[in-house]
């Protein structure tokens, strides 16, 4: 159940920001004894593998804070996060046996449900953060983004700490993130149908 719940934590931090969370399982588990992931999964602790998502949380992070550019960022991560969640899902809940290295023993044991489970959570974290995004964005001319960017990577590294430290804490975390996104989400259906009213002109 600890497993599980560190699993959820980490793709939830993916579907927030897709790198920083993978980055964080490779060093925990190369540096520390809080983290073991599976053999199938040795490769996130390979150097070049930490250098380049390195890199690109860096990317990720300032991208994430420049109006417009946030935007089409969430757009190409609708992909990239919900596989990252998967991936640390996979990594951080998941047996020795979940490998791709055997594809067929890998179907038939169902070791792909863990991974699965970890991209519905990170697509719904992503869902949510794009849904407030762009609510926060049209309230304030896209002065906002930076401050709620800023914002989310706090979320995504707290959640991370709570996922490998303090699991039970990340459903806290699910149900406070979840009325937020909620709350995101009925403001951006009321400003859409309030767009889409059609405006009488004036005589």
């Known amino acids: 159940m600890i497993e599980v719940l560190t699993g959820m934590g980490l793709s939830a931090s993916a579907g927030l920001n897709a790198y920083l969370p993978l980055l964080a399982v490779g060093l925990a588990s190369k540096f520390t004894s809080f983290v073991a992931v599976p053999t199938g999964w040795m490769w996130l602790q390979n150097p070049w593998v930490l250098g380049v998502l390195g890199v690109l949380v860096v990317v990720e992070f300032v991208a994430d804070k420049v109006p417009a550019v946030d935007h089409l960022n969430d757009i190409v991560q609708t992909v990239i996060r919900p596989s990252a969640g998967g991936l640390t899902f996979g990594a951080a809940a998941s047996g020795e046996t979940a490998t791709f290295a055997d594809p067929v023993t890998f179907l038939q044991n169902w070791n792909w449900v863990p991974i699965v489970v970890g991209v519905v959570i990170a ?3 992503h869902g949510g ?4 995004r762009a609510v926060v964005n049209a309230s304030t001319v896209g ?3 930076p401050f709620v960017s800023f914002f989310e990577d706090i979320v995504s590294v707290v959640l991370i700490l709570a996922a490998i430290f303090v ?3 990340v459903l806290i975390f699910f149900a406070g993130m979840t009325v937020l996104f909620l709350w995101a989400f009925r403001r951006y259906r009321r400003r859409k149908a309030r767009r889409s009213q059609p405006t009488l002109a004036t005589p």
């Open 123 to 125: 697509l719904f974290f």
């Open 129 to 132: 953060k794009a849904t407030t």
């Open 143 to 145: 002065l906002g983004a």
């Open 167 to 169: 699991p039970l804490l």
